[in-house]
């Protein structure tokens, strides 16, 4: 087994690097944390359902990233410089100033749409690589009490995400079967909302009837501790991204 | 231990009483069957022990239920949860924690036990259930019968006197299912807990409990010895069945004692009976089949032939790649090597009609394909899908279940119904071959029996194949030409149903153990047998 990590180091880690990423506002610290990231999520991923999900907000990254380039170039405030391509501009009515559709786009322009996706992708991803490294239900258990409660609450909704797109997946591929290759939304739904309910409430049941609630006090069965090694980890990297930022 | 005195259960907006007058008390180590049709209320009984019904679902409740003195009215589930563990239907759903040991902890921490405490009962527990080798592992990529002991230590940890399960065994195939009954079994003997159970495949349990409780759907209950309550009762295994049919004097739940009274029908010789030739028109062709996910190989390298006409059931412990094996011919996963035929066509290239007048699957969750506000709605969808005559798919729905209702929501049919349904469907489109994934799990025996008569009747009237995965070994016996049994992605018997079930004890249905060493598998083969002897 790999020596595991308090939980919160690897969520300090991922906030003080997102820090870094958006106070210097550069590309390459962004890319290079993207790197860092990929490497460690590679190398410390334990191959469970949550291990997955770095992917994932890479996808989701990737989309944003490509997005924000769209609508960067096609709407919004010229920047000029080196003309590359020029779209037919759109009138708009009067009451909306200051705003253009189309027309010319410059090699500025595109380069400074590209670079804010890429800094939301990777704040994105690197919150990805947090989730990807300690399962949030650890981290909340390592919360107070009173946070607790709602935290308990959360991990519920949080482990519907993961088996709702299982779920999905599965009555997709079951009604393709049936001959129906476009699935309506409501063929889709439909079960879907039936599953995930009665899930839920399964789940409700069980933790009724295991005494969820019914001590004010609770005991843990493995405390974390905060050891060395955390602490190098979070010193290192706000080493790095102090660095980083004031450089 | 646990006494119900007067119960009657009624759900608001319902009219029908789910439970009524009920009266009947449990000593402490006992091990009780609540059997019944689906949806007759076997799981609203069970969690009214620990007083989930109603103060969890709801539902107005009179009399009164008290489990070791405590009466439920007056205490939350979970201030009984050191009294009552409960198992769930699907112990996956009820999980809280990522990890075994976690899990195992997570009743001990929500009542605040101290931790050394809660360090020896995990321990005890894992060593109880053998879960030590697994304990750090993440309980997702646990096997059906791992995870169903893990539910089981989960309400073990907190030392309670009742445990509660509901059909423990239905996911899991023989052998993981034999595995957590003799532990159940354990638990009564040497610990004195006291066990309810609700089970479906009573010749699973029903040779471990001492008494049944009989929910008749008529509103009648019947409480009394296993023999007793069986000599009478309508759903019953075919060990009794058996018994019924040779009219023994007595009935016995378990092999050992049929087969004390059976003696001299096996002492008889019999005509062995020829066996049916299969037709030699190929339909399905899989050959040098290999499917791999990342590093695991789910198939490796099969090679088979499935026959028009034919009803092949695929067999094998869970993750042997049955599930791989039925989604590669229906065409929804593509071999990574080797390939797939069925009528000379590749199966995932299959399209709209074209695919449901060649592949008819029934997946895992028949509800998957449902999702229409009626009966009826989906019965035409269907209709206008394979261009025939409006009422037709009805027509065949209500020559399989009749006195359906065509308003009903389709949440709203018990299992065995929307099974029904689901088939009707399928079959609606008239497809050259029936694919179906482990179909009759929560099914009764009336329900089943149905099941079985459809899938017969399609097979030998259109002469197309069935293919059908499944752990049921009576249904196999009962309805299967042929057995394809796979492990870790081999085939390692492919042959008659007869051939296969007998050579293969955990295997074996009832009848077979019982009649062994002659070559019977269901009460008819042996009824059938005896009336050919002259």
Do not use: K, L
């Given at each position: 087994m790999k020596r595991s990590l308090h939980p919160l180091t690897m969520w300090i880690w991922a906030l003080l690097l997102i820090t870094a990423v958006v106070l210097t506002d550069r590309a390459w610290v962004a890319l290079g944390a993207i790197g860092v990231a990929t490497v460690l999520v590679k190398v410390?991923?334990?191959?469970?359902?949550?291990?997955?999900s770095y992917w994932i907000a890479l996808r989701i990254g990737a989309v944003i990233l490509v997005i924000r380039a769209v609508v960067g170039v096609l709407i919004g405030v010229p920047i000029p410089g080196t003309t590359l391509f020029t779209f037919p501009i759109i009138d708009l009515p009067s009451w909306m100033p200051g705003i253009r559709l189309g027309g010319a786009v410059t090699l500025e322009r595109l380069s400074s749409s590209l670079h804010e996706g890429l800094i939301i992708a990777t704040v994105i991803a690197l919150f990805g690589a947090a989730t990807s490294l300690t399962s949030p239900h650890k981290v909340l258990r390592t919360l107070p009490f009173f946070i607790y409660e709602i935290g308990i609450t959360l991990v519920i909704a949080t482990s519907l995400f993961p088996q709702l797109a299982q779920s999905a997946r599965r009555i997709r591929l079951a009604q393709q079967l049936r001959g129906h290759e476009k699935v309506s939304w409501r063929g889709l739904a439909l079960p879907l909302l039936e599953e995930s309910l009665s899930r839920s409430l399964q789940l409700a049941a069980s933790m009724d009837s295991r005494g969820f609630g019914v001590s004010r006090k609770r005991s843990r069965y493995r405390p974390e501790k905060w050891q060395i090694s955390d602490s190098a980890v979070v010193a290192f990297t706000l080493l790095v991204s102090s660095a980083l930022v004031l450089a | 231990m646990i006494k119900f005195s007067n119960v009657s259960l009624i759900y608001p907006h319902s009219t029908k009483t789910i439970i009524e007058d009920l009266t009947f008390s449990i000593q402490e180590g006992e091990m009780v069957l609540v059997m019944g049709e689906t949806g007759s209320g076997k799981s609203s009984l069970l969690r009214l022990i620990n007083g989930l019904v109603p103060h969890h679902t709801g539902g107005i409740l009179a009399g009164d239920i008290s489990v070791d003195g405590i009466s439920t009215r007056e205490v939350k589930p979970g201030s009984l949860a050191h009294i009552v563990g409960i198992v769930g239907q699907n112990p996956l759903n009820g999980f809280v924690a990522d990890i075994v040991e976690e899990e195992l902890a997570f009743g001990m921490e929500a009542l605040n036990f101290p931790h050394d405490v809660m360090r020896k009962r995990v321990e005890e527990v894992l060593d109880l259930l053998g879960l030590n080798a697994v304990r750090h592992r993440s309980i997702a990529t646990l096997s059906g019968g791992e995870q169903q002991r893990v539910a089981i230590g989960a309400a073990l940890v907190m030392h309670p006197k009742v445990l509660v399960l509901d059909e423990p065994t239905s996911a899991l195939d023989p052998i993981a299912a034999e595995e957590v009954l003799s532990l159940l079994h354990r638990l009564v003997h040497d610990l004195s807990v006291t066990v309810v159970i609700a089970e479906h495949r009573l010749e699973r349990v029903i040779q471990f409990v001492d008494r049944i409780i009989y929910i008749e759907g008529n509103g009648e209950t019947a409480i009394g010895p296993a023999e007793e309550v069986l000599r009478t009762a309508q759903l019953v295994p075919p060990i009794i069945r058996l018994a019924r049919a040779l009219n023994l004097s007595e009935v016995g739940t378990s092999v050992r004692e049929v087969r004390r009274l059976t003696d001299d029908i096996r002492a008889q010789t019999f005509e062995t009976t020829e066996k049916i030739a299969v037709s030699s028109d190929v339909v399905i062709e899989v050959d040098e089949l290999t499917i791999s996910y990342g590093n695991h190989r789910a198939l490796k390298g099969i090679s088979t032939k499935i026959g028009a006409g034919e009803i092949v059931a695929v067999m094998g412990r869970n993750g042997a790649g049955k599930s791989s094996l039925l989604q590669a011919i229906v065409g929804s996963q593509l071999a990574t090597k080797g390939s797939v035929w069925v009528h000379q066509k590749d199966p995932a290239l299959l399209k709209g009609a074209e695919r449901r007048r060649s592949i008819g699957y029934v997946p895992q969750e028949p509800s998957d394909l449902l999702y229409a506000q009626s009966v009826r709605a989906e019965c035409a969808q269907a209709d206008r899908d394979n261009e025939i005559a409006e009422g037709s798919t009805f027509a065949f729905l209500s020559r399989l279940v009749p006195h359906i209702s065509e308003e009903t929501h389709p949440n709203d049919l018990s299992e065995g119904q929307r099974l029904a349904l689901v088939l009707s469907i399928v079959l609606s489109g008239n497809p050259e071959l029936l694919v179906l994934d482990e179909p009759t799990r929560g099914l009764d025996y009336q329900a089943k029996n149905l099941f079985a008569l459809a899938l017969k009747e399609y097979a030998s009237t259109f002469n197309r194949p069935v293919l059908l995965a499944t752990h049921d070994v009576e249904l196999v016996a009962e309805l299967a030409h042929r057995v394809l049994f796979l492990a870790e992605g081999d085939i390692v018997a492919d042959g008659s149903t007869l051939d296969v079930l007998l050579s293969s004890p955990a295997f074996a249905p009832q009848v077979a153990k019982v009649m062994s060493p002659k070559p019977w598998l269901t009460v008819s083969d042996v009824v059938q047998a005896l009336e050919q002897q002259p």
């Open positions: 410390r991923s334990d191959g469970s359902p949550w291990g997955r | -």
